[in-house]
Structures are given as structure tokens and as C-alpha cells.
């Protein structure tokens, strides 16, 4: 079935240094990959998505690309702030209307 | 104005006590969820109700009713509350002939059973 891996946390970086979560996927076909972020207290907010191969996705300075080849659709950003420290989940959506969510990346950042 | 609102915030009950959630969206949405997040944070889907009609039902105990009057609002009731049912609950909406555009999520339910 399909299903998400993302690395496991926490991840603790100081500020301005450059961040990578890792995610891949399982899944048949096409699905559509997403970041969402959970910041402390809140819901989940969508942070970016990608719907096809080779699609990418950013919002807020953080990137991800859809690779096909490696199933993979990691997160990244050039230079971390306080303000991102955040739990990011990886997910996607394919056949039907049912989210699979990885388990959560916790990010500290560090002045 | 909140896209989708859940009530209450936080919740402190007792084992054994009867309690319900409340969620509405004011998005147009057709379609709802439930989620249950851990304390480890990994999220579990409970329900889905497409305007009105129930359409994902998880493992989940038959103590957890959810209740959708019409299709801007879904309910969790729960029955006979037992300590492992202490997590946040999240509402979330999304179009039914568009989940690709993503979930929108409440801010959540923390529920603390004593």
C-alpha cells in the first residue's frame, strides 16, 4: 500500500544553517507529495506541494523536488531561523481522498 | 474568520466520562476527517464523512462515534473514555473533487483523560 518515510528526529541546527529532511515514498502511479508544518500548539499548515515528477515545490524559502527515479520528495532550506523550529511532516495523496502521513520530523533551531 | 474551528481547545475528563468535539468548516468543503495524534506525534486517520455520508472508518473502537448533521460540521463523540485515549484530535476539511490541493486542518483538540 502506499505509505511515507521521513527521518527520524529531533533535528537540532543552529542559526542559519542549511536544513535537509529526508522523505520517501511507496506508492503506484503518480501521487501528489506535500510538507506540511505543525508549529507548537497549532494544527498542521500546509507548507508546499508538488503534483507531478520533476514538479517543485517552495513556500517561505523551503524546497522540495518530486523525483520519480528515487521516490524521494526532501525538504530543504538554505538558511534556518529561530521561527521554523517546528515538527514537518511528509505526505502524500493519491487514488481516493485519504492522506498518508509520515511520522514527523521535530525541528529545533538554536540562536 | 477560521476556516476550520474545533471545540474545545483542551479537554480534562475523567475515565469513564462520555465527550464530544465539535468541528465546522466554512470553507464549502465536501469532504471531513478525523485524526488522532499521538503523543509521539504520528498521526492515525479515524473517520471520513463525504457530505454527510461516512466513507473512511478505521480501526478504531466502537466507543468513537462520529456525527455529521450536515456537511459543514463533524462531531466525535466518545463513549466510556479510557486513559489511552488521552492525544490531540485534528478536524480537517478538504474538496472531494480535489484532495490533491491539500487537507486544511483545525488547530486541535487536546484531550487529557484523568
Known amino acids: 500500500g502506499d505509505s511515507v518515510t521521513q527521518m527520524e528526529g529531533p533535528v537540532t541546527l543552529s542559526e542559519e544553517a542549511f536544513l535537509t529532511i529526508n522523505c520517501t515514498y511507496t506508492a503506484t502511479g503518480y501521487p501528489s507529495l506535500f510538507w506540511y508544518v505543525q508549529y507548537p500548539g497549532e494544527g498542521l499548515q500546509l507548507l508546499l506541494k508538488?503534483?507531478?515528477?520533476?514538479d517543485k515545490g517552495s513556500n517561505k524559502g523551503f524546497e522540495a523536488t518530486y523525483r520519480k527515479e528515487t521516490t524521494s520528495f526532501h525538504l530543504e532550506k538554505g538558511s534556518v531561523q529561530v521561527s521554523d523550529s517546528a515538527v514537518y511532516f511528509c505526505?502524500?495523496?493519491?487514488?481516493?481522498?485519504?492522506?498518508?502521513f509520515g511520522t514527523g520530523t521535530s525541528l529545533t533551531v538554536i540562536p | 474568520d477560521t476556516a476550520v474551528s474545533q471545540t474545545p481547545k483542551y479537554l480534562v475528563t475523567q475515565m469513564g466520562n462520555d465527550k464530544s468535539i465539535k468541528c465546522e468548516q466554512n470553507?464549502?468543503?465536501?469532504?471531513m476527517y478525523w485524526y488522532k495524534q499521538d503523543s509521539k506525534k504520528f498521526l492515525k486517520i479515524m473517520f471520513s464523512?463525504?457530505?454527510?455520508?461516512?466513507?473512511i472508518n478505521e480501526t478504531v473502537p466502537n466507543r468513537f462515534s462520529p456525527k455529521s448533521p450536515d456537511k459543514a460540521h463533524l462531531n466525535l463523540h466518545i463513549n466510556s473514555l479510557e486513559l489511552g485515549d488521552s492525544a490531540v484530535y485534528f478536524c480537517a476539511s478538504s474538496p472531494y473533487e480535489s484532495p490533491r490541493n491539500g487537507y486544511t486542518f483545525g488547530s486541535g483538540t487536546r484531550l487529557t483523560v484523568v
Open positions: 505526505a502524500l495523496i493519491h487514488t481516493g481522498n485519504q492522506f498518508y
Open positions: 464523512y463525504n457530505n454527510k455520508e461516512l466513507i
Open positions: 470553507l464549502g468543503h465536501d469532504t
Open positions: 508538488a503534483t507531478k515528477a520533476d
